[in-house]
Structure formats: C-alpha cells, structure tokens
C-alpha cells in the first residue's frame, strides 16, 4: 500500500506562484507512477501531470501545459507541483496519487490512491 501526503498549498495574489509537495512512502513506491489533480467546489476532477517512477518522463493535460512543472527527487520520494502565474481559477485542493490512466483530456485521468490533498486559494 502507498501514502501520499501533500504539502505546499496556501493563499496567493493572482501572478503569484508555489509549489506544491507530495511524500510517497509505503510497498514498492517504485512501480507507481504519480501525479497531480485538483478539484474546486462544485466542479469535477481535473487531471494536472503525472510523471513516471523514474521521474525522468513528465506528462501534462493540455489544458496545464505552461503555468505546471513537475518533477521529482528519488532520494526523498517526493514528487514536486511548481505552479507559476496563478489565476482565481486555479484555486482548489491539490492532490497527489497513483496513476491508473492519464490523457490529454480530463476525462482520461483516473487515480488509484491519494492523499488528503492541500488547499491553493488565488486571490485576485
């Protein structure tokens, strides 16, 4: 079994950037690959990037290419959101997990595990 816990969130002027955190820890963390989603009240999950177990292979939504970067560190198992240029719109909680399946599309992204998530409000 994998936990993941995020960290980073927080309130930020539109403009604004931070940059999100993710722990892995538990059973074979090396076979999963990981990424990041957001929801925002009322509205459906929306699939940000993921990136391989090797964290060498980022992928992103193309409705996230840009403003997004991910990354990660195999000697601390933490998978990193940068987020740059930040709008009112992109205020939600943020979490990390196992990918199931991942596209270009929101609809495409589907996760097996997550973390309890971080919140990101963008003030404008």
């Known amino acids: 079994q994998v936990q993941l816990v995020e960290s980073g969130g927080g309130l930020v002027q539109l403009g604004g950037s931070l940059r999100l955190s993710c722990v892995v820890s538990g059973f074979n963390v090396e076979n999963y690959a990981i990424g990041w989603f957001r929801q925002a009240p009322g509205k459906e999950r929306e699939g940000i990037s993921c990136?391989?177990?090797?964290?060498?292979?980022?992928y992103y939504a193309d409705s996230m290419k840009g403003p997004f970067t991910i990354s990660g560190s195999n000697a601390k198992n933490t998978v990193y959101l940068q987020m740059n240029s930040l709008k009112p719109e992109d205020t939600a909680v943020y979490y990390c997990?196992?990918?199931?399946?991942?596209?270009?599309?929101?609809?495409?992204?589907?996760?097996?595990?997550w973390g309890p998530g971080t919140q990101v409000t963008v003030s404008s």
């Open positions: 997990g196992t990918v199931r399946s991942y596209g270009r599309n929101r609809d495409d992204w589907s996760f097996d595990s």
């Open positions: 990136i391989s177990s090797s964290y060498d292979s980022p």
